[in-house]
């Protein structure tokens, strides 16, 4: 993992705590947390594996659908080893560059993972409303430009945060009440005007993400009145179909994420042991959930899942 290269007031280590107030059970709270990590690091990568080496899978949703299997590996593997390893191992220090980088893979992957969401919506909206016109709207050159446009506007948004951190001077405690660092959390252990860390940390990402959902909501809207238009129930059913998982993903994506930032920015009442639990939470259930609605919710992956389960089923027998 990258570093990024600080200046000569590079401050010492940090602690992470972990949850406060259930230090006691940290050991049996990390056993969830590691069998939700396997699941999500198992299912994503069979969801990738499937994607690479399966021709009928080569389209552009999937290709949207590996992408954000990356993300969300990313975004997992960027704050869980560390969370365990504060559970089982009381490894608690992380140094500044090193808590750097994890805050711009949290917050950069996020950021992607809305951006990828939005795409898939437009995906789903030119195979609903212009199917005759889907492989030439969504050519393989329009594809790489979409995934280019979306990974550098996220990066654009995200690495500020990093130098509006290395800025702040620490002078006092460098103890994070969290397992993984996070923009705002840092920036308030600084000993200066953390003003333009509060309101860049907060109003940059939440326009951005709160613009994708507004395309988002056109792409569908736009879509069931397409859907309403066809002539039979059978038709109206399948195209709904081709919507539904992606319609879960966004659910479980966006209405966690914008709980967790309001309760950070305004719910003075919401408990920190409650937000930092439900913080963690969010970083492994939805990457854990995803492969699963994509493979119970789209007939092309669940066939194929059934087939390399029953073929690996029968070389074990063997």
């Not at 602690?15 to 999500?40: K, N, R, S």
């Not at 290395?166 to 600084?190: K, M, Q, S």
Request: glycine share 6%; with cysteine.
């Amino acid at each position: 993992m990258v570093l990024f290269n600080l200046s000569s007031d590079n401050p010492g280590p940090f602690i992470l705590v972990g949850i406060p107030g259930l230090e006691q059970a940290h050991v049996w709270i990390g056993i969830p947390f590691c069998i939700i990590y396997i699941v999500a690091i198992v299912g994503n990568c069979i969801l990738l594996y499937l994607i690479l080496v399966e021709r009928s899978l080569h389209e552009p949703m999937f290709f949207f659908l590996s992408m954000l299997a990356k993300t969300d590996l990313t975004l997992s593997t960027a704050g869980i080893p560390k969370t365990l390893s504060i559970f089982w191992l009381g490894a608690r220090e992380i140094t500044f560059p090193g808590c750097l980088t994890q805050m711009f893979f949290l917050h950069y992957s996020f950021v992607l993972d809305s951006a990828i969401l939005m795409a898939m919506a437009f995906d789903r909206y030119v195979a609903i409303c212009s199917p005759l016109r889907y492989n030439t709207i969504l050519t393989p050159k329009t594809i790489i430009k979409i995934v280019v446009g979306i990974s550098f506007r996220s990066f654009c948004i995200i690495l500020p945060d990093v130098f509006l951190l290395i800025r702040l001077p620490f002078c006092r405690t460098r103890i994070i009440p969290h397992t993984y660092c996070e923009h705002i959390g840092v920036a308030r252990l600084a000993c200066a005007d953390i003003s333009i860390n509060i309101w860049y940390g907060f109003c940059i990402p939440i326009m951005t993400v709160i613009s994708d959902v507004i395309l988002i909501a056109v792409s569908y809207t736009l879509i069931l009145c397409a859907v309403f238009r066809l002539p039979s129930y059978e038709a109206r059913q399948k195209a709904l179909g081709t919507c539904g998982s992606h319609v879960c993903v966004i659910l479980m994506f966006y209405i966690p994420a914008f709980f967790s930032i309001l309760a950070h920015r305004f719910g003075h009442n919401v408990s920190r042991t409650f937000h930092i639990m439900f913080a963690n939470l969010y970083i492994v259930i939805p990457p854990a959930l995803n492969p699963i609605v994509y493979g119970m919710k789209t007939k092309q992956i669940r066939e194929k899942v059934i087939i390399f389960f029953s073929i690996k089923g029968t070389l074990w027998k063997c």
